[in-house]
């Protein structure tokens, strides 16, 4: 017996099945049941959305021969629905624009569209990731399109709107396919699962709905990769075998590292997470979701439910939030994001791994930024340093007993910080800022800090800084 992937074999097959999108199911409804079907969609969304079940819906909707008219409520079972729903009917066209991206292509096709349907009412082309059609072949399209025959209809899908001419949008009605949430995800997969009579832990669907990242086909697919397990009951670590992660008790210890600036432990939780089979772009992904939450715990407070914490290390992870502000939240996960993408298509990925796990150690800039605008701006005040937030003075002295820790200590350690000896050298002999070596220097409040950091000129000028005005402030303090 062949086996269908769950994909096609749960997919939506009326309106009302589609997940996530009903707002636009509702409005094509409207459209089948007032006649008021347009020549030319564009449904444009992330993969895995609905797009082309939509699209096929569409199609029986307009083309079921079980109704004298058109349906808002295909039958899906008469020979015209069947095939429709597996890509197959002769009257409606599947093309992908990935591979028939020429100009010939839509000449084909332009001749193709003056034919009758052979059964049924409308000849539907529905056409894939049309943006990579060549600028001829969207030329050669743009004339039918304007007044297809009216037996027509198109219904272009894409993953990227903005590659398709204005042209050619503008002579469609255009449709935002949204990610789809979480909790419907899930909810999915538990009905799925129910018919497939699988039994499985609420915590690994929740795991497998939030991997998918908005995208039911993923989900559908490591739903799949389970299942070719074979056990009867999916247990909650399951999906560690497909796709290993790093354990939170790893993430916290390696997030300690990096808010007590100590690189050197920092790498050594990183070898460990390596070492553990996740790949360099699940490294960067675990470590985004960790500084995620926890600055989702910062700036909502503990008890938020925007993050979904496993109640073990909620609390751990609440206590932890506090040592990054937002701000440096935001840098570390643009940082991290930027591994991500550049470990793709680099074979030295560890090396670049392993330097962004440096550079994140090295956080003094975080707390810096408030500090380095206070001198620019030159406002004083003395609440400001009240308010300074913990983190600087803690660091500091973790900082202070991690260094005479380290000089203690030859070999690997000194090895992992030949990164900038200069820097080193300059941090060994002259002590960290202590707040009243910062008498001289003017402090804002807390509120002109926030306002600053809104700036525009502000945050180009951290752009410029590439995050570092530590660098700044210290060629400052020389004259
Ligand atoms: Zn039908």
């Known amino acids: 017996m062949s086996y269908t992937v769950l994909a096609r074999k749960y ?52 083309n079921c021969l079980a109704t004298d008219t058109p349906t808002t409520d295909p039958c899906g079972a008469c020979e015209a629905c069947q095939a429709i729903a597996v890509g197959q009917d002769l009257d409606v066209i599947e093309i992908d624009a990935a591979s028939n991206t020429g100009v010939d292509n839509i000449r084909e096709l332009r001749s193709n569209v003056q034919y009758r349907p052979s059964r049924c009412r409308f000849k539907v082309y529905i056409i894939d990731e049309v943006h990579m059609l060549s600028t001829g072949a969207f030329n050669a399209l743009l004339k039918t399109l304007e007044e297809p025959p009216s037996h027509v209809k198109f219904i272009f899908c894409t993953t990227e709107p903005h590659r398709v001419p ?83 008790e790893l993430m916290l210890e390696l997030t300690n590292a990096l808010a007590g600036n100590d690189a050197a432990a920092a790498l050594s939780c990183t070898e460990r997470c390596l070492a553990a089979g996740l790949g360099f772009e699940r490294f960067a992904v675990s470590l985004i979701d960790h500084l995620r939450c926890l600055m989702l715990l910062r700036v909502c407070g503990a008890d938020t439910d925007l993050v979904e914490v496993p109640a073990g290390v909620r609390q751990e992870m609440a206590a932890q939030c506090e040592r990054f502000d937002a701000a440096a939240y935001v840098y570390m996960i643009s940082l991290l994001e930027q591994l991500r993408r550049n470990v793709r298509f680099s074979t030295c990925g560890r ?24 001198e620019l701006d030159g406002v004083e005040s003395g609440q400001a340093k009240a308010e300074r937030t913990p983190r600087g003075t803690v660091d500091t002295a973790t900082k ?20 900038a000896p200069a820097e080193r050298a300059t941090k060994r002999t ?35 800084f590439q995050g570092r005005p530590i660098d700044v402030k210290r060629i400052y303090g020389r004259h």
Not at 34 to 42: E, F, K, M, W
Not at 400 to 419: L, V
Request: proline share 5%; charged share 25%.
């Open 11 to 62: 997919r939506s097959r009326t309106f009302d099945e589609v997940i996530g999108q009903e707002a636009i199911a509702r409005t094509l409804k409207n459209a089948v049941a007032n006649g008021r079907v347009h020549h030319g969609y564009l449904f444009c969304g992330t993969r895995g959305v609905g797009k082309t079940s939509m699209a096929r819906i569409l199609a029986k909707a307009l």
């Open 430 to 464: 002259t002590p960290p800022p202590a707040p009243s070596a910062r008498a001289d220097m003017p402090a804002p409040s807390s509120g002109q800090v926030q306002a600053a950091l809104r700036d525009p000129l502000v945050q180009r000028a951290m752009e410029v």
């Open 400 to 419: 202070i007993g991690a260094d005479s820790s380290r000089s203690a200590t030859p070999g690997k350690t000194a090895r992992n910080r030949q990164r």
């Open 351 to 374: 090396a670049l791994v392993d330097a962004a796990v440096v550079r994140l150690a090295d956080a003094d800039k975080f707390s810096s930024i408030e500090s380095l605008l206070a």
């Open 166 to 248: 204005p042209t050619v949008q503008s002579r469609c009605q255009r449709f935002d396919f949204r990610s789809i949430p979480t909790d419907q995800i899930a909810g999915q997969l538990t009905s799925i699962l129910q018919a497939e009579s699988v039994d499985a832990d609420e915590a690994l669907i929740r795991r497998i709905a939030r991997l998918a990242d908005g995208s039911m086909r993923d989900a559908l697919s490591l739903l799949d990769q389970l299942l070719s397990l074979g056990q009867d009951h999916l247990a909650a670590d399951l999906v560690d075998e497909i796709l290993p992660r790093a354990g939170d």
